[in-house]
């Protein structure tokens, strides 16, 4: 559970009066030594505090909520590894020296705890001109000498009015730009200059008024957030996302730059809601392993409260589930930084690094020369003599077999074959060992490790249940085996059901027994890397360098093998073959002995 969850629910319980052990001294070690942000951890959040003038309206003011909320970022930015806030502008509603002065004070809380910027909104600056307006009570209090201590600040406009913010989260550097609500020209300018000098940051942009709600929803661009598109958006590919307050209600839209891209822009604005939005804030939670940001509004400050002496409009606006407000956004981001920042992939190994004593076998298919025609042989690379020999199934053409460059990012060579077998009629390609290839008989009892890299097309389209990975020759009945589903079946195979479940099934040399591990769904479109290790005792089956859920513990010592060909491509049934694999196969490597997960060869 989420620690903000956790909090609701203590908040929304009554107390009760609870008995507990005395902590342990390892549990007190833990308590003295809390958490910190985590610039590495793929998942981060950023902060987004829109309007909060009504809270600094002369005699009026209320700096309680803001304390609130700021108080709940300091606590919990461990917990969410909350890298940055940033306040969209609109501090106060008159911009006066007591209005600011207070503000300040408030904001003083977080200084040197949490990276945070605060841009000038229209209600900041009691002035209409642009970020050349010069002196002003905000730019006393707010402007860049506030943050020339902050690790994170990178410079401001020769104005004050304009700041650069670079954050390191999820393992990179991004930049964030805290725009005066009117920038002037020059101001423009130097925020160009900011990207072309952090050419590979990731941005995003930050400003007052950018974007309104038209009738459906939909962000559409104000006239000045029209200039700002059309001078410093749409040609800089690494905005990918702006943030304005100013409007309401608020809502958003995806437009596409001059690269063609998404760039996702946000209005975020709470201040006509009660209490003039109670520092509501917005939490975008950044997710580069799962490719999303999550995003939820809530009142820290109404979240706090005891649920029983809470009004109901504090009830009401603890958090906001609108369209606008509570969504999440698919995003490969590796994908749409690739054009200002194309990953560096790792070089192609040699076969020699990924070979030692212990390695039976090892194919790979970036060769000089290779061919795939009907007799074609793809070298064992541990010189071992288990050479394979490509052939063709029935109703199969050229196209059922070809070279391809697509591999995955942690494959030794960067190549794969590239399968197009299916059903109706059956079709496909094999590779063999030979019939005198020691692998062909090789029992494995002191443990082994087979790996392989696969990828399912996307669209996947057709009938491809039960089609083979890979599979030792021979029928399971032959081998004197009646613990399985069928005695035609092969002692050992890796297949794809239906549900696009791998299905891993043995039977083991030393016994009557048939575990049979089984994945997950595969995803379609992207590699995967699949090891198999036995360590002489039962098997375990990996995706990705993680352990799948179903792995039998049932003993499974050796393979029963026959003496048959071991095959990529396919499984037999019988010793014939229906359908070939469908999709990409990369290097596979046997090994002698159970390999831990950093030996595994991504």
């Not at 806030?85 to 501090?91: E, F, N």
């Not at 809502?251 to 509501?280: C, F, K, S």
Request: glycine share 10%.
């Amino acid at each position: 559970m989420e620690r903000r969850n956790l909090l609701r629910a203590a908040v929304a319980a009554p107390a009760v009066t609870m008995i507990t052990a005395a902590p342990t001294a390892n549990a007190l070690a833990a308590q003295a030594a809390p958490r910190r942000f985590d610039s590495t951890d793929p998942r981060f959040a950023v902060a987004v505090l829109p309007d909060t003038q009504y809270l600094f309206d002369a005699d009026s003011a209320d700096p309680a909520p803001l304390r609130a909320t700021l108080h709940y970022l300091l606590e919990q930015r461990a917990e969410d590894n909350i890298a940055f806030l940033t306040h969209l502008g609109d501090v106060t509603e008159h911009g006066t020296e007591q209005e600011i002065a207070l503000a300040g004070r408030t904001f003083s809380t977080i200084d040197g705890k949490l990276p945070y910027s605060v841009l000038a909104g229209n209600h900041d600056i009691r002035s209409s001109t642009d970020d050349q307006r010069g002196a002003s009570a905000y730019l006393d209090t707010f402007g860049p000498s506030r943050f020339a201590g902050d690790p994170t600040f990178a410079g401001a406009s020769p104005d004050g009015y304009n700041r650069a913010h670079l954050i390191r989260a999820a393992g990179r550097q991004w930049l964030i730009l805290a725009l005066d609500w009117r920038i002037s020209d020059g101001g423009i300018g130097w925020a160009q200059d900011v990207l072309r000098r952090h050419p590979t940051s990731p941005a995003i942009v930050t400003t007052h008024d950018l974007a309104y709600a038209g009738e459906s929803g939909e962000a559409v661009l104000s006239d000045n957030g029209r200039r700002l598109w059309d001078t410093l958006i749409k040609d800089n590919d690494q905005i990918f996302l702006t943030l304005n307050g100013h409007y309401w209600p608020p809502g958003r839209a995806v437009l596409r730059n001059a690269a063609g891209h998404d760039v996702h822009v946000h209005i975020t604005n709470y201040q006509d809601r009660y209490y003039g939005g109670a520092a509501m804030i917005r939490l975008y939670r950044f997710d580069l392993a799962r490719g999303r940001i999550d995003v939820e509004t809530f009142a820290p400050w109404f979240l706090a409260r005891d649920p029983r002496k809470r009004t109901p409009l504090e009830s009401e606006n603890i958090e906001l589930t609108g369209d606008a407000d509570r969504f999440s956004l698919e995003v490969d981001f590796a994908q749409r930084f690739a054009g200002f920042a194309p990953p560096a992939l790792p070089a192609p190994r040699p076969a020699a690094r990924v070979i030692d004593r212990r390695t039976v076998a090892y194919w790979r298919f970036d060769t000089a020369g290779q061919s795939v025609i009907d007799g074609a042989v793809i070298t064992d690379q541990t010189g071992n003599g288990n050479d394979l020999t490509v052939r063709r199934l029935a109703n199969s053409g050229p196209e059922t077999l070809r070279l391809s460059t697509d591999h995955h990012v942690g494959a030794p060579a960067h190549a794969s074959l590239r399968f197009d077998g299916g059903q109706g009629p059956d079709r496909g390609a094999i590779l063999h060992t030979g019939p005198g290839a020691a692998l062909n008989s090789m029992k494995f009892l002191d443990g082994y490790t087979i790996e392989t890299f696969i990828k399912l097309p996307d669209p996947f389209t057709g009938n491809h249940a039960w089609m083979g990975v890979f599979s030792w020759e021979g029928r399971s009945g032959d081998a004197g085996k009646q613990s399985g589903w069928s005695p035609l079946e092969p002692t050992c195979s890796l297949n794809l059901s239906p549900e696009r479940f791998l299905q891993y099934v043995l039977y083991s040399h030393i016994g009557d027994h048939n575990p049979t591990s089984w994945s997950h769904t595969l995803p379609v479109g992207t590699w995967q890397h699949v090891a198999i290790v036995n360590d002489g005792r039962r098997s375990t089956v990996w995706v990705n360098g993680s352990v799948i859920a179903r792995n039998p513990t049932q003993p499974a010592r050796g393979i029963a093998t026959l003496g048959r060909p071991f095959v990529i491509g396919a499984t037999s049934f019988d010793l014939r073959y229906g359908q070939g694999f469908y999709g990409w196969i990369g290097d596979v490597r046997i090994t002698g002995r159970p390999l831990r997960a950093d030996q595994f060869l991504t």
